[in-house]
């Protein structure tokens, strides 16, 4: 998801991530995770921590995953709070469900990331819940979030919704969206990103225009009924909201690996066990990623007016659909589809490319 992006570091760092987990209590359809059983060892976490104190990154993401899944998850929030300025806890929200368990991660202090796809208690809500997560979900999920509104304070609550047809068809995105609003939550309508059940054009996909139909109608909503700004720039990563992770931030994988973003799996920095954070950080094809202005090719780079904010749309699904690193965002709405084709997204030879060769480029010129 597109974080907060708050507090930037006296270097321009911004954020770490963390998939504390493989594992996963849900099998939700629209989810970039590819399950797993491992979980993050306790030095590993530690060492991310120590690490990203040292050269001053202000905030944690903590992910999976499900992070619910991890026993002692409280004392693990809690060094996250002694080392970052700000720990936000991407979940599910089901193990919120219970009550002691609730209050005890409210009381350390994190902002929560926490899922929702409706408001009313209906059959047609528990059965879009269960398309779209896989399984019967709905009853915990309204339960987490009746404890959230008793142990949380709003400014650190923020509702992520994927935006899909369902949600979208059904208006429920809409519900959960004014909800928000009206609790002084944060909303998250975030694009889906591309994952192993949920591609580009799937039955449960929106086309580029009904995104940003969707868009001018939740900035529509802000302007009318809550009498704020509303989003200024509607790109594809989230409602009022841009990704920065490759440029100022980075992430890790249970295993330590270190890589741009949860959209780059494939294309590792190194791994924080056998390297420092500085060495990390410095690796020559991440200077690359995070010359934005240099590395992305096609429309993004070279004719959108929005791309000093954009810097390219969600670079990770940008990757799915082209098969290569550096290619503009085909599904921007922003995108003139009748003149350009998703070839014209991509460099039209590897020749040169710092990634020449990588096992994981597949680019897609016809």
């Known amino acids: 998801m597109p974080f907060r992006e708050e507090v930037i570091g006296q270097s321009g760092l911004v954020g770490i991530g963390v998939d504390i987990t493989e594992r996963c209590n849900r099998n939700c359809r629209s989810c970039f995770n590819k399950p797993g059983g491992r979980d993050m060892m306790p030095e590993t976490y530690r060492r991310i921590l120590s690490e990203g104190n040292r050269l001053g990154f202000p905030e944690l993401y903590v992910l999976g995953g499900e992070p619910g899944m991890i026993g002692g998850l409280a004392e693990i929030m809690e060094q996250g709070m002694k080392n970052f300025n700000l720990v936000i806890l991407v979940t599910n929200g089901d193990f919120l469900s219970d009550q002691d368990t609730c209050r005890r991660i409210a009381d350390t202090g994190v902002i929560v990331a926490v899922q929702r796809h409706s408001v009313s208690n209906g059959q047609l809500s528990r059965e879009r819940e269960i398309l779209l997560t896989g399984g019967d979900h709905f009853a915990t999920s309204q339960a987490g979030w009746e404890n959230i509104e008793k142990f949380f304070p709003p400014k650190r609550v923020c509702v992520q919704c994927c935006i899909t047809k369902p949600v979208v068809q059904s208006g429920s995105i809409l519900e959960v969206f004014r909800w928000a609003r009206k609790k002084g939550y944060e909303p998250v309508m ?177």
């Open 190 to 366: 975030e694009f889906t990103k591309e994952g192993r059940d949920f591609k580009r054009g799937c039955y449960l996909d929106v086309t580029p225009d009904e995104m940003m139909d969707l868009f001018r109608e939740l900035q529509r909503i802000d302007r009318d009924e809550f009498y704020l700004p509303g989003a200024d720039l509607l790109s594809p990563q989230a409602y009022g909201k841009t990704c920065h992770m490759q440029e100022t931030s980075i992430h890790f994988r249970v295993d330590g690996e270190a890589i741009p973003c949860v959209g780059f799996p494939h294309l590792s920095y190194g791994n924080i066990m056998t390297s420092s954070l500085d060495l990390i950080l410095a690796n020559p094809i991440r200077q690359h990623i995070k010359d934005s202005r240099n590395w992305i090719y096609g429309y993004c780079h070279d004719e959108c007016p929005y791309f000093e904010a954009c810097t390219g749309g969600c670079r990770g699904s940008a990757f799915d659909m082209a098969g290569c690193y550096r290619a503009s965002f085909y599904y921007c709405p922003h995108i003139p589809r009748d003149r350009l084709k998703l070839a014209d997204m991509i460099p039209p030879t590897c020749d040169g490319c710092p990634l020449e060769g990588h096992p994981s480029c597949k680019p897609k010129r016809c």
